[in-house]
């Protein structure tokens, strides 16, 4: 069973949206806090945004209302609603617990062009 399935990239736009969708396996939801992470070519995995079982979300400072996390634990899924996109906003984009701890899937492209 994959743990993790991210989806939802594509090419977007400067100023428009793209709705990212993961779907975990139960073991990996029960562990609690999830979140979404990015990766650029040549730079560090990044936290984007969390979320804790409960609902509370916390953002990184350069996607703060314009990214919104969301999840669902009766489906085991955590969303990643981005609006106002920008050219940096490009990377691959990967979900995972708040920890990093469950094996990384394959990611999901988004592209903003300018």
């Known amino acids: 069973q994959v743990p993790l399935v991210e989806s939802g990239g594509g090419l977007v736009q400067a100023g428009g949206s793209l709705r990212l969708s993961c779907a975990a396996s139960?073991?990996?939801?029960?562990?609690?806090?999830m979140g979404w992470y990015r990766q650029v070519p040549g730079k560090q995995r990044e936290k984007v945004a969390l979320i804790s079982a409960g609902g509370t979300p916390t953002y990184q400072d350069a996607v703060k209302g314009r990214f919104t996390i969301s999840r669902d634990n009766s489906k085991n899924t955590v969303d990643l609603q981005m609006n106002s996109l920008k050219p940096e906003d490009t990377a691959v984009y990967y979900c995972n617990t708040a920890f990093g701890s469950a094996s990384w899937g394959q990611g999901t492209q988004v592209t903003v062009s300018s």
């Open positions: 139960e073991n990996i939801f029960r562990v609690t806090a």
